[in-house]
Every structure is written in C-alpha cells, then in structure tokens.
C-alpha cells in the first residue's frame, strides 16, 4: 500500500505537469433533468456515463448553463445552484467559502466538488467568471467520487476554445451591485493555425466588493486560461488554468439569546466589524492537463491531471457564546456575546490528482454494453501553520449596540495537518436489454492512507488510518410513452473527522473517527424528449448515513444513523412567449440507533427544512423583440433550531423579478440585465446552523438591485 501511493512523491507525469502549469503564467436554471443544454463536446463529467443525456440517467441531475450563470449574475456556486429546491445553506457566510446542503446533507468541502471532474477542495472562493456551467449530482456520489457526504456532488466546468474555426469571442461585461460592488470582465476565444488546431479561451476580470452589508469591503481579481491542440484526428491536447485572489472583511453570524429566537435583524450590518478587523484573503492557482485518443472500434482513452495551490488568510471578530453566564452554545439573553480574535495565516491546502479512463462498447452474450474502466491516484494535503490565534478578547459585543474591543492576536492554539494519499478503481457499465431498457452498474474500489498529527511538537498526538472499502452502484430505466421510468440504489463512501478546533470546544479535535457507508434509493418518472414544450420529473428518494454528533461534553462520536426520505417534483413549460417552472422537495429526516447519548433518538437534523419550492416566471415580448422580464419565488419552510424542538425557524418566502433585453447598437451585439432581489424587502431568518458547538442565525439578504451589460464584439 505504502509503495504505490508513493506515486505522487516519484510520478515524472506530475512533475511536468506542475511545471507547466507553474511556466503559464437560458434564464432559468435548468431543474428538470430533460432542460439540460451540453455547451460543448465533451461528456456531461458529474454523471460518468459518458454521452448519455442526462434525462436518460437512472438518477437525478441539475445543470446549471452558462445563459443562466450570466442571467443571475452568479459570482459563487451558492448563486446558482439556490434555484434547486434540494440545495440549501449550510452555515452559508457571505464573505467565506460556500457551505451548501443537497437533500439535508451539508456538503463536505473536501470531498463533494469536482473541477472538470478531477478531485478538488473546495475549503477556498471559486469565482465563476470562466466556468461554462455547474453540474450537480443528487445524492449518493459514490459512483462518482471514492470518498464523500452523501447529498450530491458539484461539478465545475470552465469554458473552452470554441470548436468552430469561424467562431471567436470577444465579450466585456460590466456589472454593478448588489450593494455597491463593481464589476469587469473579459472573455475572450477562437482558433487559430493553418488548420485551426489550436483554439484558445481566456477570462479576465476584477470587482471592487462593497457588498449590502456595509463594512464588509474587499477585492477579487481572475486570470483564467484555457487551450487545446488538435493534434491529429482522433487526438485532443487541452490545458487550462486559473489564477484567483479575494480579500474581503469577514461576516459573524448572530445566535439565539438565551435560549429564545430573536426578531429577524438588519441583514446590512457586519456584527462584529472593528476598527482593526484584518480581512480574510484566499489565493488559488489551479489548472488541468487533459489528452483525449480516439481509439479503433470506436473505443476512446482519456488521461488527464488536476492540480490544485491554495494559500488562504482566515481572519475574523469571532462572536462565540455568552461569558457571564457561561454558555457557550448561544449569546446572552441581553444581547451581549463573547468576542475572540481568530487568526490563522498562511493556511495552505494542496491537491494533485491522475486520472486515466478508457470507455467503448461490447457485444457479449447478444447484448451491448457500454463499458468504462479507470484508475485515479490522488493526494490532498492540508498544512496549517503551528498556531493560530483564537484568543479571548476582555471586552463583549452586543447584537444591537455599537461597541468597541482591542485585539488580541495571542497565536497559541495548535493547528492540525491533514494528509491522504488514495487510489480509486472503477468500472461502470451500461447495458442495453432491448431498445427500451437499460441495466446500469458500477463499482469503485478505493484504498487509502489518511494521517492526521497536531502542530505540537511536545503532543502531536499523530493518528494514521489505512483501509480499503468498496461502493457498488445499480440502476435500471425503461422508456414508456414519452416518458422514462428509472429505479437506482447505491453506496457512497465518508470519512468523519473532528473539526480542527482544539481549546475551544472539542477535546478530540482532529482526530480521525472513521470511515462509515452511506446508502441512497431512488425510483422516478421524467418525460424523454427534451423537445417537448412540458417538460416534468417526479422522484422518491431515501438516503442513510452514519451520524457524527456532539455529545455535549467536548467529544464528537461517530454513532448511529440519520435518514433523509423525500419527494421531488418539478415542471417546466415553453411557449412562444412564456417560459413557467417550478420544483418542489418535500422530506422527513429522523435520527435513530444511537447507543452512547440519550435523548437523541427520534429528534429531527438541524437545519433541514422539511418543504422548499423554487419557481419562475419569463414572458417574451413580441412587441418589442429581445426583451424578456420575469419572477422568480423561493420559498424554504420551517427548521429545527435546538435538538428538542423547543425553538423553530420560520419559514420564509422571497421574490426576485428580473428583466434582460438583447439589443443590436450600429452591429454591436449587447445584453442589458436589470435584477431587483428580494423585491419586498423582507427581513427573515436564512438559515440556523449548529456550528463549533454554537448555534448560529444568519438573517436573509435585504431588497438588492443588480444591473449589467455584456457587449460582443
């Protein structure tokens, strides 16, 4: 085991990939499956089917186009991907890294997002300015990925060269809002050489952050750089990469006070915003080689690699729990909280992933089957600094007062380092029983080697776990009248680890607890043919899963199981001049079979609204070609805030209306978008996540407008 996952230590094929890397310098989401739009030729990545369309997949998908990244505005996954009704937040904070939920299970930062399908973290800001669309895997991703929660798995996809000769892209487009940020940004593409081999894709862009929020001031900056090299038929060189920075001032959620749920706050102010607030800064550079080989048979080999820099700043007023009386789960019942400055610099996470596949078809036994068989070596390194500050400051804070504090950067808490080394192998095969049915099945075998050690050079209190662990995968799907009727069942693999918190709440920190299996069902009914003017799905799904609770003194466990079982329904209609949709996700989640805590048994997960719905309305004016306005509604219901349900969150209800008009100025191509966000200006609680022990609110974002232009020239 410990011979072949040296590969990253020795591989020449990564080395000369990191050098290069180092020497280069449709206005509503799409929720029904059968909506789904491929921009480019390449293979729908989050499924690992290949070309299948994604309406005729034995489970549920979301695609999110780059018409609808563009219509939003979207400038971070949690944009996108909150016109899905499975998709929450997740302890969701404006100005740091996006932490969502997919049918109640939080996503995990480090295993439940991909970048062109290769492993990534995403424990940074992604910015979206060269993405070409987002992709979402619903539920258990162990088909996908060897190690994840089981809610779902995200996708990335960055824009290419486009793939006609006569094509090029020149877009600018400037932006302004919500808030007072300031946006531009370049696109840029086409092809070039004798026989157009060689195509190009570069994006540029800079926003001044000045968000709704004040005091919560920042900047970000993208350069992104895609190519490809045909070079010869049947054989595609790409490569790409990107570089990004974001600093930004932090933002502290509130909290209960004393056990009770405040009145919904002012959403503008930045809670615990001092005079000497540093901001939190994120620096990424990431990138991808990827060789595609046309094959005899109509076989083809796919190799590619993924690598990953992170080095990020994590600064913040902390606002944690109530000093007098001690508790630290809440703030005070008169508003005061307890302050402590949080600073850990230089933080830096590494990620390095290979990955070869090949896929064709065969004829055995009278039958055809679409076959696929990889092999994935992977490492992720987290490499902390010794020590940061999370340091008690003397003075408190007030959820209404202005107050002042003096800092207290005491760097004595010890970090915890993280690495893993894993080798994936997996098979997949699509089988066609007859014209009208298909037996899918998949297997991924994973073998790795995770290590944890605290910065501590007098107790590292080092911990290492090596294991292997199989997750098999099986679907079946049958076309009817216009209609396809699928029924699926799988495995997903996760591993439970201790947040690195030491000396503040947990007294295993860092420690590994293990790795459980989590198992997902789904059976579901969606129309076929993507040409239909309505378009529908409908699905039942039940998702299990290891628990990993607090016990209330100080220890995380790893005991008993949570169970998510719900409904998915959606419809989508086109006219000549109205487009409507709407999606529903009803759900029951309990907690059962836990043996080393009382009291838990039967209690709803925090968090998890039981009912969301997400809908739209567009209308095309015929009167006046290439305008189009529309509503958008979201509607999230009631969540538990504590274990024993004394204290609910509302449910709440917004509405956004947009407008966007497509406009021709002397032969310059424009779009002109105008967005009013959360028209009614409604003041709500967004979401109440249990977070380091604390139980946190986060109130929903205030009435913001957003206008923008794209020009092509």
């Given amino acids: 085991m410990a011979h072949h996952l040296s590969f990253f230590k020795i591989s020449r094929v990564h080395a000369a990939a990191a050098l290069c890397m180092a020497s280069c310098t449709c206005a509503w989401a799409q929720q029904n499956p059968n909506e789904i739009t491929i921009t480019d030729k390449l293979p729908a990545r989050v499924s690992g089917f290949g070309d299948v369309p994604a309406q005729a997949l034995p489970f549920s998908t979301t695609i999110i186009t780059r018409a ?35 049918r109640g299970f939080t996503l995990d930062n480090r295993y439940n997002y991909r970048r ?96 709704y929020i004040r005091n919560t001031q920042g900047q970000r900056d993208l350069v992104a750089l895609a190519l490809d090299w045909r070079l010869k038929p049947g054989t595609v060189v790409e490569f790409e990469f990107e570089q990004s920075h974001r600093e930004q001032i932090g933002i502290n959620g509130y909290s209960l006070l004393g056990g009770k749920l405040p009145s919904p706050v002012d959403p503008r102010v930045n809670l615990t915003r001092q005079s000497w607030s540093q901001p939190g800064v994120f620096d990424a550079m990431t990138g991808s080689v990827r060789i595609r080989q046309a094959l005899d048979s109509g076989w083809r080999w796919t190799t590619q690699y993924g690598g990953q ?29 307890a302050l402590y400055d949080f600073r850990s610099n230089n933080e830096r996470r590494l990620s390095d992933s290979l990955e070869s596949e090949v896929s064709g078809e065969l004829e055995m036994m009278g039958l055809k089957h679409h076959l696929t068989a990889g092999v994935l070596r992977q490492r992720q390194l987290d490499r902390l600094p010794t020590y940061q ?66 910065n501590d050079p007098n107790d590292p209190n080092s911990m290492r776990y090596l294991d292997h662990v199989s997750a098999p995968w099986l679907g079946m799907s049958t076309k009817l009248s216009g209609a396809l009727a699928y029924a699926s069942y799988g495995h997903g693999v996760e591993n439970f680890v201790v947040p690195n918190s030491s000396g503040t709440y947990w007294v295993n920190a860092g420690q590994q607890l293990g790795v459980g299996k989590s198992r997902q069902s789904e059976i579901g009914l969606r129309t076929l043919n993507a040409q239909m003017p309505v378009q529908w799905h409908a699905s039942l799904f039940q998702i299990a899963r290891p628990l990993a609770y607090d016990d209330g003194n100080g220890s995380r466990l790893l005991d008993g199981k949570q169970t998510h079982q719900g409904l998915d329904v959606g419809a989508h209609l086109l006219s000549a001049q109205w487009k409507l949709g709407s999606q529903i996700q009803w759900m029951q989640a309990k907690i059962s079979d836990v043996t080393q805590t009382s009291g838990v048994v039967g209690t709803t997960p925090l968090n998890v609204p039981k009912f969301v719905l997400r809908g739209m309305a567009e209308y095309r004016y015929a009167s006046l070609p290439g ?44 779009t002109w978008s105008l967005a009013i966000d959360n028209l009614a200006d409604t003041r709500y609680w967004r979401e109440s996540p249990k977070q380091f022990g604390h139980y946190y609110l986060y109130p929903g974002a205030p009435r913001t407008l957003r206008a923008s232009v794209q020009f092509r020239l």
Avoid at 326 to 337: E, K, L, S
């Fill in 68 to 102: 609808t990244l563009q219509d939003l505005g979207a400038q971070r996954v949690s944009d996108a991907l909150r016109l899905d009704a499975s998709v929450s937040d997740s302890y969701n904070s404006p100005a740091y890294w996006d932490i969502l939920s997919v």
């Fill in 116 to 211: 062109e399908g290769l492993p990534i973290s995403a424990e940074t800001m992604i910015p979206m300015d060269n993405k070409e669309r987002i992709e979402l895997l619903k539920g258990t991703s162990g088909i996908q990925a060897g190690t994840s929660s089981p809610g779902g798995l995200v996708n990335y996809v960055v824009k290419r060269a486009p793939t006609n000769a006569e094509q090029t892209i020149r877009n600018i487009t400037l932006s302004y809002g919500p808030g007072n940020n300031r946006l531009v940004a370049a696109d840029l593409g086409g092809r070039f050489g004798e026989r157009a081999e060689f195509g190009y894709r570069f994006n540029l862009a800079h926003e001044d952050l000045n968000p």
């Fill in 309 to 337: 820099r992170l080095k990020t700043d994590d600064r913040l007023v902390f606002g944690y729990g109530c000093a007098s009386p001690a508790d630290f789960t809440q703030y005070c019942a008169n508003g005061n909280f």
């Fill in 389 to 454: 500050a999370y340091a008690p400051i003397l003075q408190t804070g007030h959820v209404s007062s202005p107050f002042n504090s003096t800092p207290n950067p005491d760097f004595s808490t010890v970090n915890t380092n993280r690495s893993e080394y894993a080798t994936e192998l997996n098979l997949k095969n699509r089988v066609e029983v007859s014209d009208r049915t298909s037996v899918w099945a998949g297997l991924r075998h994973v073998m790795f080697n995770r290590s944890s050690s605290r």
């Fill in 627 to 670: 305008l189009r306005s529309g509503l958008r509604v979201s509607h999230e219901g009631q969540r538990q805030v504590l274990e024993n349900g004394s204290v609910q969150l509302p449910a709440w209800t917004t509405v956004d209306a947009t407008a966007h008009y497509d406009k021709k100025f002397n032969g310059l191509a424009s």
